[in-house]
T-cell receptor, first 113, second 115 residues
């Protein structure tokens, strides 16, 4: 089983749609979780951290379910500019120690007119 | 604020040749990472430095890959000799500290093609 698993997609959605991505991770001791965004032929950039209570940043909502070892990202009112690959990232390191990020393969989103 | 710098941006070599990549992290960032990203996959950590010391190199193929961070600032990653399967984008990232909550900032990467 992969340490971090994501559906690679692609997800093709029309502008204005709501889309959700899921991710599962294997290490129950993982401490912190993130979503990174990667545009085509560009470097990954942090989109948002994922907190246990769930968190929202504008049109983006991230949820964490530790019991099921499951992370989600919801994008509302999709824009053309949201087209990118979304990487689920899990820190396998321990709190207060060196970060050890493990990336999923990414889910590709294509928003169309 | 200047981001993470990497060079070269592109490199094409033949198998069994050697290649080196350079990274300059964001000023003041103590932790530096090298990742390998193969097409269609997420980045995979190769090595992590805290200042000039190695924190994690468990996934670095040490028979052909080496990395150093002299003086705790710039870093170089070398492949010698290269194999076809080394074709990938090599990403350098840095963070203020290596702790679990520190955001990692990535450079633009070096795209390596091994023929």
């Amino acid at each position: 089983r992969k340490e971090v698993e994501q559906d690679p997609g692609p997800f093709n959605v029309p502008e204005g749609a709501t889309v959700a991505f899921n991710c599962t991770y294997s290490n129950s001791a993982s401490q912190s979780f993130f979503w990174y965004r990667q545009d085509c032929r560009k470097e990954p950039k942090l989109l948002m951290s994922v907190y246990s209570s769930g968190n929202e940043d504008g049109r983006f909502t991230a949820q964490l379910n530790r019991a099921s070892q499951y992370i989600s990202l919801l994008i509302r009112d999709s824009k053309l500019s949201d087209s990118a690959t979304y990487l689920c990232v899990v820190n396998m390191g321990h709190t207060g120690t060196a970060s050890k990020l493990t990336f999923g393969t990414g889910t590709r989103l294509q928003v169309t007119l | 604020e200047a981001g993470v710098a990497q060079s070269p941006r592109y490199k094409i070599i033949e198998k069994r040749q050697s290649v080196a990549f350079w990274c300059n992290p964001i000023s003041g960032h103590a932790t530096l990472y090298w990742y390998q990203q193969i097409l269609g996959q997420g980045p995979k950590l190769l090595i992590q430095f805290q200042n000039n010391g190695v924190v994690d190199d468990s996934q670095l193929p040490k028979d052909r890959f080496s990395a150093e961070r002299l003086k705790g600032v710039d870093s170089t990653l070398k492949i010698q000799p290269a194999k076809l399967e080394d074709s990938a984008v090599y990403l350098c990232a840095s963070s203020l500290a290596g702790l679990s909550v520190s955001e990692q900032f990535f450079g633009p990467g070096t795209r390596l093609t091994v023929l």
